[in-house]
């Protein structure tokens, strides 16, 4: 059963800092693209970013670039969002996704809130 589960959302101050992680299970982690999106109520999910299978080459949404940074674990099966200088139109739900290409996940976690509010 593919599982992906994600963690370490909450309140944060504008400014601060969180680290998002994704725990997966039940597919074959080290082959699949691993990425970020989000989603506010009324707009669709947008790429935040992604980590290729092999090489660790990353992708970032504008709104991300320079700011977030995304890494994963192989050995833990695990794929990491460290977020700094948040801001509050950083507030979302937060996704893990995992795919085979460069498209869409097929794979999607259940997702955690990220609010930034004073």
């Known amino acids: 059963q593919v599982q992906l589960v994600e963690s370490g959302g909450g309140v944060v101050q504008p400014g601060g800092s969180l680290r998002l992680s994704c725990a997966s299970s039940?597919?074959?982690?080290?082959?699949?693209?691993m990425s970020w999106y989000r989603q506010v109520p009324g707009k669709e999910r947008e790429l935040v970013a992604r980590i290729s299978s092999n090489d660790d080459r990353t992708k970032y949404g504008d709104s991300a670039e320079g700011r977030f940074s995304i890494s994963r674990d192989n050995a833990e099966n695990t794929v990491y969002l460290q977020m700094n200088n948040l801001k509050p139109e950083d507030t979302a739900v937060y996704f893990c996704?995992?795919?085979?290409?460069?498209?869409?996940?097929?794979?999607w976690g259940q997702g955690t809130q990220v609010t930034v509010s004073s």
């Open positions: 039940g597919f074959t982690f080290q082959i699949y693209v």
């Open positions: 996704g995992a795919a085979l290409t460069l498209g869409l996940p097929a794979y």
